[in-house]
Every structure is written in structure tokens, then in C-alpha cells.
């Protein structure tokens, strides 16, 4: 038998082999460097009983039914010409660096290597990769599987849909296995790659829970499964039959492990922390997320030089600092039922092409960023009229927003949207993309996520200065596969803040505020009918990374003064705050929704809390702060009392001024806002004093 362990900071893997595949003996806190891995291994090992076979079968990385695995396997393969292959494979060899290994087992012509990696961040990556000496035809590959603690009572799922993204949903254990699946070709609103597994009395600030996201676009699968003897398993890949084709190699995304015993906030700052600093390669890392305007919820697709440039004036005046053109500037897009493909600048709507908007916008100090979707294509538009065939699925599918997927698998499809963009960029001093992806595709296939990451790649390499937004109807492509290769996500086409706060705070718990946009809309919510007042708008987007999307023409002055105010304020804390760790906070009131975001050092914080509908109870429940030092004090200041109702007596005494405390009172006692009507954001500003 061998062992090896794996350490990051924050957990521990351990592993095992003997004759059959590796298998993990540990998945969790970090285990003392005494830690006799053979002991771990035999304390492992159960007994036997009646009912089961004459011997236990492991749960190796890839459990399979040729080593008596009656449970969900995590290879399923055939033959090219699909006969069912059920391989016998056998551990054969261990490489490993500093940080990371590699264990190869073989068997029936197969080489299987799981590659495992421990990040400075605190995650562990994990992968699988097949090798074989025929082209054969892989259903499932398991990037791994990894044991789970029994006597966890749910795990957290997360799911939603468009307008409402990110919801947590606890499911809980009982024998069986549970499929969770996103089978519309991108990882979606509906079933995102992320899963937590909480250990009983697990909170946002407390407890231990482990937690997976599957680094990939185009759609996974988890697996959850409790056996028949009581041992649980998970295991994560791509969705089943992702591998369209007969092949030689095939191997799974990275799937990301982070272990908590600090609550689910230790796992938010472990993810927050890795998006952040390991996987997104930002073009200029010294350079501040700029204050975007984006004109889609302002003008829609009715494009003219006039009204946007007297928009990019008061966006300017307001503090933004790159103006992003969205949907609507290419040729015939009228509406969303045609054109796309059609990359070259609509006349009608821009005789002199981009370059007088572009002036302006410039002249005013702002950058300028534009809106593509060039994975896809409108059956109207000359593009697709071209090359009918450049389209992925049968002729007869059911359109999505009007529109197809070009087959991204093709090389002369990814060549020709390459050229397209490229002309765009080399005419126009553009520095950001918005790039969008609408439809639910017809089909599941790893290689048009391939053909798109090749395609974001390439240009990435042609025009390194170039910033890139994934947006797929909002939150539809969140993943840290399209995050290693953009900047920004949408998190949600829905700017109604009430909805947008649970949905930043719930995402929170796998993206940092740097990389999540917010933007102010219109008073009256275009995709709810909600009215909300600037205040709470406003604040409501300063938590992430801010913008307005709206008709700037419509703000009153008084709407307008705020709107400054907010801007300049996040300007001048946006240094820290998009490099703070948002931690969750338990709040005792649903009604209200709380997180602190504290800064890499520990000494200043902020405290957003959001009442979003009305309480139960009279008087605002005591809100606990965490990750402060209980021996420091703290110096707090309420930023915006003014926004108390008049049935605010404003008696609580952050109301009247600072307050300074202990970290320890202000964790354990929790500090007092003032009353609020529904649609307040209370920030309050904490600072550490010098001792
Ligand atoms: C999607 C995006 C929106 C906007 C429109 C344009 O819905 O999520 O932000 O860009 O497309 O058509």
C-alpha cells in the first residue's frame, strides 16, 4: 500500500493505493504533518456482514464495476462501434512535484491519470484524463470521486433561472444517488457548477463544509450518492456524452476543492481569493475596475450618435469611466430576430461608422467597450445565409431568442469569427468586450466549449489590453473555465436591487465583488416593475463592481446628486473593497440580508446590510459582525443616516455617531441599525484602532 498527501492551505487530501485504483482516506482540515497515513488508511477499512458481497469495495477516484463497484461508476466507456467495455484497471506509478501528483493506473489497453494540485490560494484542484490504444467512446468521466462525511444531514445546491440567479438549495441525504444535471450545452442559470456540503450546524460564520465547482462552461454532472452500507460519494464532470466522438483522449475539466472550518465564509474567501488571484489573468492587474456605463436598459436597439453621446455626457459627469455600447450597433439590428453574425458597423445607424461616438466618448476620459455574441448567428442574417451548414444541430431545431449556435468544433468557423473581430478591434480603439452567449444550445458537446475557449484565447493573445465580460442572459456562462480567460461577470440581466442583493450575496459564496457587475437601473425595475429610490440602487451596486445601466436623461437632480455621490464614494474605496473577502453574515432577520467586506489586512471593513422587505418584529435585531480580533476595537461610522424613515426616532446610536467597541462585543453582541424601510442599504464603515 502507498500513501501520499496533498496539502493547501486550508485542507488536506490523502490518498491510498494498493492493488486497485487510488483512493482518497482524506478530504478535509488540514492533518498534523505527523499524521501516520497508513493508520489512516486501516482505520478506513470497515467490517462485513451479510447482504453485500465477501468484500467491501473502495471508493477509489474512479470507481468501477470490474472491482465489484455496485454503486454509480465513474467511467462509463465503449467501444467505437459501442459495445460496452467494463475495463479491469490497476494502480501502476506516482509522479509527483512539489505540491502536486499524478497517478496513473492501466488496464485493458486504458491508461487512466488522475491529476491532482494544491494551490497557494487554498484549493486543490483535480482532474482525470483516459488515454487508450483505440479511439473508444466515452459517455462519463468523473473528474474524480471523493468521499463525503455521513453524518452530514444536506448538501447545498446551487440553481435559478434567468432573472433570478445563484439560489441555494439545501436537498438533503437519504440512499440513493441524486443527478444533478446542466444539459443546455453552457453551465447556465439552472444547474451552475457549484455544490457545498456543510457539516451539521455548519453557518455563514461557523462550522466545517467542505465545497466543489467545476471549472467548466459547457455543462456538468453531479453525482451524490449515499450507498446501501452508508458511504457517500460525489463525483463531478462534464454533462454525460459531452464527447460527441470515437477518440483516442479524452480529459475532464479541473474540478476545484476547498475545505472550511471557519463556515461557509471559509469557503466563499477560499474561491473568492483563487478567482481572484489564480484564475483570472487580468491584463493590468495595478489598474482600477473602471466605472462602466452600459446603455442596453437605456436605449435597447435604437441607436443614435445624438442621444448616446449626450448619454456618455452625463454618464461621464457622474463618474463613469467606460462606456460600453451594447446590443443594437451592427448591421439590420433592429430587434433580436436578426443579424447576429453580421459583425461590420449598421450605416443606417452610424454613417461615419463607431469613430464620432468613440471620440466623444474619449475625449470625455472614458474607455470604450462594445457588445458581441459571437458564438451565435440569426438564421436572418448574412452569415447564415452564407454558411447554413456553419450552424450546430439539425436545420429543424427550436431557435432560442430567435437564434443558432454557429459550430465552434470548426475550425473555419472559429477563423472566420477571429477575422471579424479582429477588424473590429484593430479599427476601433475598443478596450472591453461584453461578450454574450443567449440561447440554450441543441445539443450537449465538449467540443463547442472547446471551439469557444480557443476562439477567447486567440484574440486574448492578439489584444492582451482587452478586457472581456461573460455574459449569457446574465448569469447563464459563471464558471471559472470562462473565468481564466475574462474579467468581469453579468451576474444577472435583473438590476431590480431587492432581487440583485441575494443574488451578489448567495454568488458571493464562489465570486469575488472584482470580478461580479452591478449596475444602478432605472427607478422603475425593467424586469420587475419595482420602484426603488436611488439610495438603495445605488448602494446596492457599490457593493461589486459598479455601474449604471440606464436613461441618464430620466434622473431628477436630487436622484442625480445621489448617484455622484455613491460613484465617488466606491472610487474612493474601491482600491480595498475589490480586494476585500465579502464574508456572509447570519443575520436573525430574513428580512434582512448582511455581509461584511473586510480588507486584506483586517484593519477596515464594511458592513452592508439590506433591508429588503419589512421585519416581523418591531426593532432592528442585533446584527453580529465576524472575522474581526476580539482583543482589537473598532471605530464604526453609519455612511448614510440620512436615508432613515421618519418613523426612525434615531435613537440607535450608530445613528449619532461613531461607535467604538471590541471585536469581541461587536461579534458576540452585534451592533443595532437604525429602523429602515424596505429598499434601504445601511453601509457602515469600520476602522481598527491602533492599539
Ligand atoms: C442579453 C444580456 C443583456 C443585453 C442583451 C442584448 O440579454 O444579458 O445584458 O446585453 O442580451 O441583446
Known amino acids: 500500500m502507498t500513501h501520499w498527501r496533498i496539502d493547501a492551505p486550508g485542507q488536506t487530501l490523502a490518498l491510498a493505493a494498493g492493488d486497485g485504483l487510488p483512493r482518497v482516506i482524506w478530504w478535509g482540515a488540514p492533518l498534523p504533518p505527523t499524521e501516520d497515513l497508513a493508520a489512516l488508511e486501516a482505520a478506513t477499512r470497515s467490517d462485513l456482514t451479510g447482504g453485500m458481497l465477501d468484500r467491501l469495495p473502495d471508493l477509489t477516484l474512479c470507481p468501477l464495476p470490474a472491482a465489484d463497484w455496485q454503486g454509480q461508476p465513474g467511467l462509463e466507456v465503449a467501444e467505437a462501434d459501442g459495445t460496452p467495455l467494463h475495463p479491469r484497471l490497476a494502480f501502476a506509478r506516482a509522479e509527483s512535484g512539489p505540491g502536486n501528483l499524478r497517478l496513473v493506473s492501466q488496464g485493458d489497453g486504458l491508461t487512466l491519470t488522475h491529476h491532482l494540485q494544491a494551490h497557494p490560494t487554498g484549493i486543490i484542484t483535480l482532474s482525470a484524463e483516459v488515454q487508450a490504444n483505440r479511439p473508444l467512446r466515452l459517455r462519463w468521466l468523473a473528474a474524480a470521486a471523493l468521499p463525503l462525511p455521513q453524518q452530514d444531514a444536506e448538501m447545498i445546491e446551487v440553481s435559478g433561472r434567468w432573472l433570478a440567479e445563484f439560489h441555494l438549495t439545501a436537498t438533503p441525504w437519504s440512499p440513493g444517488a441524486r443527478l444533478?444535471?446542466?444539459?443546455?450545452?453552457?453551465?447556465?442559470?439552472?444547474?451552475?457548477?457549484?455544490?457545498?456540503?456543510?457539516?451539521?450546524?455548519?453557518?455563514?460564520?461557523?462550522?466545517?463544509?467542505?465545497?466543489?465547482?467545476?471549472?467548466?462552461?459547457?455543462?456538468?454532472?453531479?453525482?451524490a450518492e449515499e450507498l446501501p452500507d452508508g458511504r457517500r460519494q460525489v463525483q463531478m464532470g462534464h454533462a454525460a456524452g459531452a464527447w460527441t466522438a470515437p477518440a483516442t483522449r479524452f480529459r475532464t475539466a479541473d474540478l476545484i476543492a476547498a475545505v472550511s472550518t471557519t463556515g461557509l465564509n471559509g469557503i466563499a474567501a477560499t474561491f473568492q481569493r483563487d478567482i481572484r488571484d489564480r484564475v483570472i489573468r487580468w491584463p493590468d492587474p495595478a489598474r482600477p475596475r473602471p466605472v462602466h456605463y452600459n446603455c442596453w436598459e437605456a436605449v435597447y436597439f435604437d441607436h443614435d450618435l445624438a442621444t448616446l453621446a449626450d448619454i456618455a455626457s452625463r454618464a461621464a459627469a457622474l463618474g463613469a469611466e467606460r462606456f460600453v455600447l451594447d446590443d443594437g450597433w451592427f448591421k439590420g439590428r433592429d430587434n433580436d430576430t436578426s443579424s447576429l453574425g453580421d459583425w461590420t458597423v449598421d450605416r443606417r445607424k452610424w454613417p461615419d461608422g463607431l469613430h464620432p461616438l468613440i471620440a466623444h466618448v474619449r475625449s470625455l476620459g472614458m474607455t470604450f467597450g462594445l457588445w458581441v455574441e459571437p458564438e451565435m448567428v440569426n438564421p436572418d442574417s448574412d452569415l447564415y445565409r452564407a454558411h447554413p451548414d456553419w450552424a450546430l444541430g439539425p436545420s429543424d431545431q427550436t431557435t432560442g431568442r430567435n437564434q443558432m449556435v454557429l459550430d465552434m468544433g470548426r475550425t473555419e468557423v472559429r477563423d472566420h469569427l477571429f477575422a471579424a473581430l479582429s477588424e473590429l478591434l484593430n479599427e476601433y480603439p475598443i478596450d472591453y468586450l461584453k461578450w454574450d452567449h443567449n440561447r440554450l444550445l441543441p445539443v450537449v458537446d465538449a467540443a463547442q466549449t472547446e471551439g469557444a475557449y480557443a476562439l477567447i484565447d486567440r484574440l486574448r493573445a492578439a489584444y492582451p489590453a482587452v478586457e472581456i465580460e461573460s455574459c449569457a442572459s446574465g448569469g447563464g456562462r459563471v464558471d471559472a473555465g470562462i473565468l481564466a480567460r475574462t474579467h468581469r461577470v453579468w451576474l444577472s440581466d435583473c438590476l431590480d436591487p431587492t432581487e440583485r442583493l441575494r443574488i451578489q450575496h448567495d454568488a458571493a459564496l464562489f465570486l469575488p465583488a472584482c470580478v461580479t457587475g452591478s449596475h444602478v437601473g432605472a427607478r422603475k425595475a425593467h424586469t420587475t416593475g419595482r420602484d426603488q429610490p436611488i439610495s438603495y440602487r445605488a448602494r446596492v451596486a457599490a457593493l461589486r463592481h459598479f455601474g449604471f445601466e440606464m436613461d441618464l436623461r430620466a434622473l431628477t437632480e436630487d436622484e442625480a446628486r445621489t448617484l455622484a455621490e455613491v460613484t465617488a464614494w466606491w472610487k474612493a474605496n474601491r482600491a480595498w473593497l475589490m480586494r476585500a473577502t465579502i464574508l456572509r453574515l447570519d443575520s436573525a432577520d430574513p428580512a434582512l440580508t448582511a455581509e461584511m467586506h473586510l480588507s486584506d489586512s483586517g484593519d477596515r471593513f464594511l458592513v452592508a446590510g439590506g433591508q429588503a422587505a419589512t421585519s416581523r418584529q418591531i426593532l432592528p435585531r442585533p446584527l453580529r459582525?465576524?472575522?474581526?480580533?476580539?482583543?482589537?476595537?473598532?471605530?464604526?461610522?453609519?455612511?448614510?443616516?440620512?436615508?432613515?424613515?421618519?418613523?426612525?426616532?434615531?435613537?440607535?446610536?450608530?445613528a449619532n455617531g461613531p461607535l467604538i467597541l471590541s471585536g469581541r462585543a461587536l461579534m458576540d453582541q452585534g451592533i443595532l441599525l437604525p429602523v429602515a424601510w424596505p429598499a434601504t442599504l445601511w453601509l457602515v464603515e469600520g476602522d481598527r484602532l491602533p492599539t
Not at 185 to 201: I, K, N, V
Not at 205 to 211: D, L
Request: net charge positive; with cysteine.
Open 180 to 223: 444533478r444535471e446542466s444539459r443546455t450545452g453552457r453551465s447556465g442559470q439552472e444547474h451552475p457548477p457549484y455544490a457545498l456540503f456543510p457539516e451539521p450546524g455548519c453557518t455563514n460564520t461557523q462550522g466545517t463544509a467542505r465545497a466543489l465547482h467545476f471549472a467548466w462552461s459547457g455543462g456538468h454532472r453531479m453525482l
Open 625 to 654: 459582525l465576524t472575522g474581526l480580533d476580539p482583543a482589537a476595537r473598532y471605530r464604526l461610522r453609519l455612511t448614510n443616516a440620512q436615508d432613515a424613515p421618519p418613523q426612525s426616532r434615531r435613537r440607535a446610536a450608530l
